[in-house]
Structures are given as structure tokens and as C-alpha cells.
């Protein structure tokens, strides 16, 4: 299987000769051509819901709005792929909730796992939505994983240097940490849709984002704020029960799967906004010309 690096985007394709973001013809046989010569793109999706087109955006709801969109068109999706990986997980967490307290090396491993859980579902995840998008049929859970697994040791190198920085960042000022949470926004899209080392990608997503990042910002704010609200209720709830002296270990593991689905908000703006502003560089491209 030949894998086509897109010479437009520089988006990695795997046995495709078209583009998944640009849509143009990959030939290897052609390396020199220049990006200039290709037409405008034009977004062509099966799918005839208007809100789910990432196009250029100039705002925070264009963000927020298409990742709101693919949420819930693919919630039934994102759902399957989180509770294969989550639902054991969970059940292990809540049945050793009272060893976690006094075994601090449990803890350890179960906050070491939790990471490896989400390290592991944005990639399959993004796969998987781009599939959706591009061609009106979401991909099997076992074909989704394949490929999150390929990336897998490149996606943890990766997370484990954007957390090294971010966290030397807020160590030192707190706004050089908020700057290069910002400027690190589209590794896990970078990663799994493009090749590159891990410096490479850390560095490409750096300057992606150069002149995106207060729209960056506030979509953050905004799906946080509205990820915490959904997630209320079956929090609230489990922490009432708990307060009552009922502990029912089932509703709690449900309520941590509830708030792992909608955690994945984060992975869909983090493709909005990569996919956001390849088509911006696109459209500007196409006014030069």
C-alpha cells in the first residue's frame, strides 16, 4: 500500500490517489509541480447537511458551530468508538475506587491508562469522522482502531512533549503555557492525517495556528463551557447519590462514560480547526491567484 503525501496541504494519504482534505489527484510521478497550478478547492460531501462543510472560518462560531454539528450527526460513532475503549476501563476504575485512595501506585497506573485511553480514541476518532465526511460512510470500529494504533507511538511522543512545554510554559508565566497550548492545538490532526517526525509535527502545528490562535481560544472556551453543562447532570447526580450513602458502582461508571463521549468534543474542534484553516490558506491562495 502506497502512501501519497499531498504536495497542496502536505495531508498523508494511504492507498488513495485523491486527496481527503484538498481533493486533488496525488501524483508521485509529479513531485515538482507547484501547489499554484491546482484550481480552487471545492468542498464536495455527500453528506447534504450545510452545517457539517468546514469552510474558512473569521470567527469563534465558525468553530463552534461545525464541531457542534459533527458532535451530533456522528454521535451514535463517537459513542461506539469511546465505550469499546472506555467502558472496561471505567468499570476497573469504579470497582477500585477504595484501593485507589491507599495505593498510590494504582492510582498511578490508572492515570497512566486513562491518558492511553484518550491518546488512543483521537486518532481512530479523527479517522473516522474524516471517512464520514468524505465519503458518507463511517468506517467499522475494528478499521478505525487499526489505524489509531499505527499512530499510536507517534501520538504519545507527541503528547508527552506538548505536555512538557505547556507545562514549562505555565511554570514560567502562565501566558507563554496558554500561547503554546494554543499553538499545539492540531498535533493529534497532524499526526494522524500527515507524516512528519514528532518535531516536525509539533512544529508544523506551531505555524498553522500563527494568527488563528484568539479564535482558537475562545471556541476552546466556548465547547468547554458547553461540555461541562452537558455533563452536569450526570455528575451532579452520582455526587448526590454519594452524599446519600448510596454507592451504585453501574451509574457511576455510566456517568464517566457519559462525560468521556462528550470529552471527544475537544478532538472534533481540534479537526475543525485544522481542516478551518488549511481551506483558509486555500482561499487566500486562490486570491493570489
Known amino acids: 500500500m502506497t502512501n501519497l503525501k499531498c504536495i497542496r496541504c502536505g495531508a498523508l494519504s494511504v492507498g488513495n490517489e485523491i486527496c481527503k482534505l484538498c481533493e486533488i489527484e496525488l501524483n508521485p510521478i509529479r513531485p515538482s509541480a507547484s501547489p499554484a497550478i ?9 453528506s447534504d447537511d450545510p452545517d457539517t462543510i468546514i469552510l474558512p472560518f473569521n470567527s469563534v462560531g465558525d468553530l463552534v458551530g461545525p464541531t457542534i454539528s459533527l458532535f451530533t450527526k456522528h454521535f451514535w460513532l463517537i459513542t461506539k468508538l469511546c465505550v469499546v475503549i472506555v467502558a472496561p476501563f471505567q468499570i476497573f476504575k469504579a470497582l477500585s475506587f477504595g484501593d485507589i485512595e491507599s495505593d498510590w501506585q494504582l492510582a498511578a497506573g490508572i492515570y497512566v491508562l486513562e491518558l492511553m485511553c484518550s491518546v488512543l480514541i483521537a486518532p481512530a476518532l479523527t479517522y473516522a469522522l474524516m471517512q464520514a465526511m468524505q465519503t458518507g460512510s463511517a468506517p467499522g470500529i475494528n478499521e478505525s482502531y487499526r489505524w489509531g494504533l499505527s499512530k499510536l507511538g507517534k501520538l504519545l511522543l507527541c503528547s508527552v512533549m506538548v505536555w512538557v512545554l505547556v507545562m514549562l510554559g505555565f511554570v514560567l508565566l502562565i501566558i507563554p503555557g496558554i500561547i503554546l497550548f494554543l499553538a499545539f492545538e492540531l498535533v493529534y490532526p497532524i499526526a494522524v492525517l500527515e507524516g512528519g517526525s514528532a518535531t516536525e509535527i509539533l512544529q508544523r502545528s506551531y505555524n498553522l495556528t500563527k494568527g488563528h490562535r484568539w479564535n482558537i481560544l475562545g471556541a476552546t472556551f466556548v465547547m468547554s463551557v458547553m461540555l461541562s453543562v452537558a455533563s ?7 455526587t448526590w447519590l454519594a452524599f446519600s450513602g448510596v454507592n451504585f458502582w453501574p451509574l457511576q461508571v455510566l456517568a464517566l ?18 481542516i478551518g484553516i488549511l481551506r483558509t490558506l486555500e482561499s487566500r491562495q486562490s486570491l493570489i491567484e
Open 38 to 46: 491546482f484550481p480552487a478547492y471545492q468542498p464536495r460531501y455527500v
Open 232 to 238: 452536569a447532570p450526570a455528575s451532579i447526580l452520582v
Open 257 to 274: 462514560i457519559i462525560s468521556d463521549i462528550l470529552s471527544q468534543g475537544a478532538t472534533i474542534l481540534s479537526l475543525v480547526i485544522y
